[in-house]
């Protein structure tokens, strides 16, 4: 019984994360479509992949894969400091 019983709440908590999660996955948009490369060049690319502060949003907001996010996320890096890109906000910002 007490075996039994373990054995229960251990598989529920496993199946716990799993229903929630699979919910959550959501398939890479650059895999699905591969004729577009990532480039440091095209920042009106980039920007969908930056937030409003020009921050780099998460590979789950993003809706990205591991490997797209990192590439990604190294050509905003390289696109910042190419100067074609703001670090913040505070960049854009016009002063007269
Ligand atoms: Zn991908």
Redesign the pocket.
Known sequence: MVNEERRKTSESVQNMGSPQRSRYLM??????NKNISIDYKNTDFLRKFVSGTFKIKSGNRNT??????RDVSEAVKRARFMALMPYTRLQTAKRS
């Open positions: 398939t890479c948009n650059l895999c699905q990205l894969c591991k490997m797209h996010q």
